[in-house]
C-alpha cells in the first residue's frame, strides 16, 4: 500500500485559516480522486472534500461548504485542503484518502488508501 502523508495541523484561533498537505509516496502512484475526511473523539468519520484526477471537479460537505477548497498538484503528488473561517466544530484529525477509480463517494469505505492523520485544533 502507498502511504499517504499528511501535514500542515496545528492550533488555529477561531476565523483563523489553515492550510493542510497530503503526499503520496511512490513513483508509479497515480489516483483518479483524492479527498479528505476528518474525525473528532466519540465521532463517526465525515466526508470533507474530494477531487478529481485532474483537478476539474471538486465536490464538498456541506459543513464546510464556502470556508474549504481542496486543490492537487500532481506533479508534486500532493493534495491540498485549504480551511478558512475556522470554527471550534473544525476540530478533528484530518485524513488524507485516495482511490484508483473515477467515483467521488462521501464514504470512507469508498476510498483504498489512507494517510496516518493530522491534528487540527481550533481554539476560542
Known amino acids: 500500500q502507498v502511504p499517504l502523508v499528511e501535514s500542515g495541523g496545528g492550533l488555529v484561533q477561531v476565523g483563523g485559516s489553515l492550510r493542510l498537505s497530503c503526499a503520496a509516496q511512490?513513483?508509479?502512484?497515480?489516483?483518479?480522486?483524492m479527498g479528505w475526511f476528518r474525525q473528532a473523539p466519540g465521532k463517526e468519520r465525515e466526508f470533507v472534500a474530494a477531487?478529481?484526477?485532474?483537478?476539474?471537479?471538486?465536490y464538498s460537505g456541506d459543513s464546510v461548504k464556502g470556508r474549504f477548497s481542496i486543490s492537487r498538484d500532481n506533479a508534486k503528488l500532493t493534495v491540498y485542503l485549504q480551511m478558512n473561517s475556522l470554527k471550534p466544530e473544525d476540530t478533528a484529525v484530518y485524513y488524507c484518502?485516495?482511490?484508483?477509480?473515477?467515483?467521488?463517494?462521501?464514504?470512507?469505505?469508498?476510498?483504498?488508501?489512507w494517510g496516518q492523520g493530522t491534528q487540527v485544533t481550533v481554539s476560542s
Open positions: 477531487i478529481d484526477r485532474d483537478g476539474y471537479r471538486t
Open positions: 484518502a485516495a482511490r484508483t477509480s473515477v467515483q467521488m463517494p462521501r464514504t470512507p469505505t469508498g476510498y483504498n488508501y
Open positions: 511512490g513513483r508509479t502512484f497515480s489516483p483518479r480522486v
